[in-house]
C-alpha cells in the first residue's frame, strides 16, 4: 500500500539513451512533481502537474519531458541522456493548495555512463 | 526567493542526548514548513508539517518549532537513538502560493551507540 512509488529504483544506462521514470501515486492527490537530487545532495523541483496539467517548468532542459496521463501518474521521459543527468530523481506528490503535506516516492538512482 | 539555510551540515551526538537541528529561511510570508528524513539511498520521510499559524508541532519524541517572523524553525529530538542516523531537510513553498518546495542542503546527524 506504497503511497507514491516509482519505478525502477536504479537505472544504469549509456549516454544518448532515451529512458522513462514512472511515478504512480494512490493518495488520491492532485499534483505531482519531479524533484532531482544532484551528488550534493541538493533537491530541486523539476515540474509540477495539478489535474494533468503542467503549472511548473523550472529551468530544465526540454530533453526532459513529462507526461501526466491521469492525476495519479506522472512519467518523466528523458532524451538523449548525457553523464550530467546522473542523479537520484524523486517523485511526489500532494493536494498542492498552500499549506498541505508532501509526500515522497523512493527515489530512482539514474547513472549514465 | 525563498532561500533555506540548515546548520550545522553534520552533527554527530552519542545516545540518549536531545539535540536540536536548525533551518532559517529568508521569506517569512510562508504557509507552511516541513522536515523530512531522508535515509541512505532511501526516500524521503515526511515527519512533521507545521503550519504558519502554529507555533510548535509534536510527533513523537520529535518537536518542531516555527518563528515566522525571525525566519526560524528548530526539530528538537528527545533522547536520540541509533535509529534516528539520517539526514534531515526542511522544506518551505517557494512563496506566493506555490506548492513547490525548496529546500534546505540537510543535517546529516550520527548518533552513536
Known amino acids: 500500500d506504497t503511497a507514491v512509488s516509482q519505478t525502477p529504483k536504479y537505472l544504469v544506462t549509456q549516454m544518448g539513451n532515451d529512458k522513462s521514470i514512472k511515478c504512480e501515486q494512490n493518495?488520491?492527490?492532485?499534483?505531482m512533481y519531479w524533484y532531482k537530487q544532484d551528488s550534493k545532495k541538493f533537491l530541486k523541483i523539476m515540474f509540477s502537474?495539478?489535474?494533468?496539467?503542467?503549472?511548473i517548468n523550472e529551468t530544465v532542459p526540454n530533453r526532459f519531458s513529462p507526461k501526466s496521463p491521469d492525476k495519479a501518474h506522472l512519467n518523466l521521459h528523458i532524451n538523449s541522456l548525457e553523464l550530467g543527468d546522473s542523479a537520484v530523481y524523486f517523485c511526489a506528490s500532494s493536494h498542492g493548495q498552500g499549506g498541505t503535506e508532501a509526500f515522497f516516492g523512493q527515489g530512482t538512482r539514474l547513472t549514465v555512463v | 526567493k525563498q532561500e533555506v539555510t540548515q546548520i550545522p551540515a553534520a552533527l554527530s551526538v552519542p545516545e540518549g542526548e536531545n539535540l536540536v537541528l536548525n533551518c532559517s529561511f529568508t521569506?517569512?510570508?510562508?504557509?507552511?514548513l516541513q522536515w523530512f528524513r531522508q535515509d541512505p539511498g532511501k526516500g524521503l520521510t515526511s515527519l512533521l508539517l507545521?503550519?504558519?499559524?502554529?507555533r510548535e508541532q509534536t510527533s513523537g519524541r520529535l518537536n518542531a518549532s516555527l518563528d515566522k517572523s525571525s525566519g526560524r524553525s528548530t526539530l528538537y529530538i528527545a533522547a536520540s537513538q541509533p535509529g534516528d542516523s539520517a539526514t534531515y531537510l526542511c522544506a518551505l513553498p517557494r512563496g506566493g502560493g506555490s506548492e513547490k518546495l525548496v529546500f534546505g542542503k540537510g543535517t546529516k546527524l550520527t548518533v552513536n551507540p
Open positions: 521569506d517569512s510570508a510562508i504557509y507552511n
Open positions: 502537474y495539478n489535474n494533468k496539467e503542467l503549472i
Open positions: 493518495l488520491g492527490h492532485d499534483t
Open positions: 507545521i503550519q504558519s499559524s502554529q
